[in-house]
Protein backbone atom coordinates (compact mmCIF):
# COMPACT_ATOMS: atom_id res chain seq x y z
CA UNK A 1 0.00 0.00 0.00
CA UNK A 2 1.27 3.39 -0.97
CA UNK A 3 2.50 6.23 1.76
CA UNK A 4 -0.62 8.26 0.40
CA UNK A 5 -3.06 5.56 0.91
CA UNK A 6 -1.86 4.90 4.09
CA UNK A 7 -1.94 8.17 5.33
CA UNK A 8 -5.84 8.72 3.83
CA UNK A 9 -6.43 6.07 5.72
CA UNK A 10 -4.96 7.45 8.97
CA UNK A 11 -6.81 10.58 8.03
CA UNK A 12 -10.46 8.91 7.82
CA UNK A 13 -9.88 6.54 10.89
CA UNK A 14 -9.30 9.83 12.64
CA UNK A 15 -11.82 12.13 11.24
CA UNK A 16 -14.44 9.54 12.34
CA UNK A 17 -13.42 8.87 15.42
CA UNK A 18 -12.90 12.88 15.93
CA UNK A 19 -16.99 13.08 14.56
CA UNK A 20 -17.69 10.35 16.54
CA UNK A 21 -16.66 11.99 19.86
CA UNK A 22 -18.21 15.10 18.78
CA UNK A 23 -21.55 14.57 17.00
CA UNK A 24 -22.71 18.58 17.35
CA UNK A 25 -20.41 19.29 14.46
CA UNK A 26 -20.89 17.32 10.96
CA UNK A 27 -18.46 16.45 8.86
CA UNK A 28 -19.05 18.93 5.47
CA UNK A 29 -20.41 16.55 2.94
CA UNK A 30 -17.04 17.80 0.23
CA UNK A 31 -14.84 16.84 3.31
CA UNK A 32 -16.19 13.12 3.38
CA UNK A 33 -16.54 12.58 -0.16
CA UNK A 34 -12.42 13.81 -0.27
CA UNK A 35 -11.46 11.23 2.06
CA UNK A 36 -13.65 8.53 0.73
CA UNK A 37 -11.47 9.67 -2.92
CA UNK A 38 -8.14 9.93 -0.92
CA UNK A 39 -8.86 6.43 0.41
CA UNK A 40 -10.05 4.58 -2.35
CA UNK A 41 -6.55 5.88 -4.59
CA UNK A 42 -8.78 7.61 -6.95
CA UNK A 43 -10.06 10.84 -8.69
CA UNK A 44 -12.86 9.41 -9.99
CA UNK A 45 -15.81 10.37 -9.32
CA UNK A 46 -18.27 8.30 -6.75
CA UNK A 47 -21.91 7.94 -5.79
CA UNK A 48 -23.01 6.99 -2.33
CA UNK A 49 -26.21 5.44 -1.32
CA UNK A 50 -27.14 4.77 2.33
CA UNK A 51 -29.93 2.96 4.15
CA UNK A 52 -31.18 5.71 5.60
CA UNK A 53 -32.37 6.89 2.09
CA UNK A 54 -36.25 5.79 1.34
CA UNK A 55 -35.10 5.13 -2.28
CA UNK A 56 -31.91 3.27 -1.79
CA UNK A 57 -33.35 -0.22 -2.13
CA UNK A 58 -35.15 0.66 -5.45
CA UNK A 59 -31.74 1.77 -6.59
CA UNK A 60 -30.05 -0.91 -6.11
CA UNK A 61 -32.68 -2.74 -7.17
CA UNK A 62 -32.75 -1.26 -10.69
CA UNK A 63 -28.91 -1.50 -10.93
CA UNK A 64 -28.82 -5.16 -10.10
CA UNK A 65 -31.50 -5.54 -13.22
CA UNK A 66 -29.72 -3.15 -15.49
CA UNK A 67 -25.81 -5.45 -14.04
CA UNK A 68 -28.19 -8.68 -14.88
CA UNK A 69 -29.22 -7.44 -18.25
CA UNK A 70 -25.39 -6.67 -19.06
CA UNK A 71 -24.00 -10.29 -18.18
CA UNK A 72 -22.40 -8.97 -14.68
CA UNK A 73 -21.10 -12.09 -12.91
CA UNK A 74 -23.57 -14.63 -10.57
CA UNK A 75 -21.06 -13.50 -7.58
CA UNK A 76 -21.70 -9.64 -8.10
CA UNK A 77 -25.40 -9.98 -8.66
CA UNK A 78 -25.20 -11.84 -5.37
CA UNK A 79 -23.03 -8.93 -3.83
CA UNK A 80 -25.73 -6.51 -4.63
CA UNK A 81 -28.89 -8.93 -3.41
CA UNK A 82 -27.24 -9.55 -0.40
CA UNK A 83 -26.82 -5.25 -0.40
CA UNK A 84 -30.17 -4.72 -0.82
CA UNK A 85 -31.37 -7.08 2.30
CA UNK A 86 -28.82 -5.80 4.01
CA UNK A 87 -30.19 -2.63 3.89
CA UNK A 88 -33.90 -3.37 4.18
CA UNK A 89 -32.75 -5.02 7.83
CA UNK A 90 -31.31 -1.45 8.61
CA UNK A 91 -34.47 0.36 7.57
CA UNK A 92 -36.96 -2.27 9.56
CA UNK A 93 -34.95 -1.61 12.41
CA UNK A 94 -34.18 2.34 12.04
CA UNK A 95 -37.54 3.41 10.23
CA UNK A 96 -37.53 6.86 12.87
CA UNK A 97 -34.08 7.41 11.31
CA UNK A 98 -35.20 7.20 7.38
CA UNK A 99 -35.95 9.84 4.89
CA UNK A 100 -36.56 11.32 1.57
CA UNK A 101 -33.70 12.60 -0.33
CA UNK A 102 -32.77 15.81 -0.33
CA UNK A 103 -29.77 18.31 -1.40
Known amino acids: ?3 NRR ?4 DLRNIFVKAIRDRSKP ?8 IIENV ?5 PIFVLRAKDRLSTMALEAYLAIATDNGT ?5 L ?5 IQTFR ?3 QVHPDKM ?5
Not at 40 to 44: A, K, M, N
Request: proline share 5%; charged share 25%; net charge positive.
Open 89 to 91: QWQ
Open 99 to 103: KTPDV
Open 40 to 44: LGTDE
Open 27 to 34: MPRHRAFQ
Open 79 to 83: SIISQ
Open 1 to 3: MSY
Open 7 to 10: MART
Open 73 to 77: SDRFQ
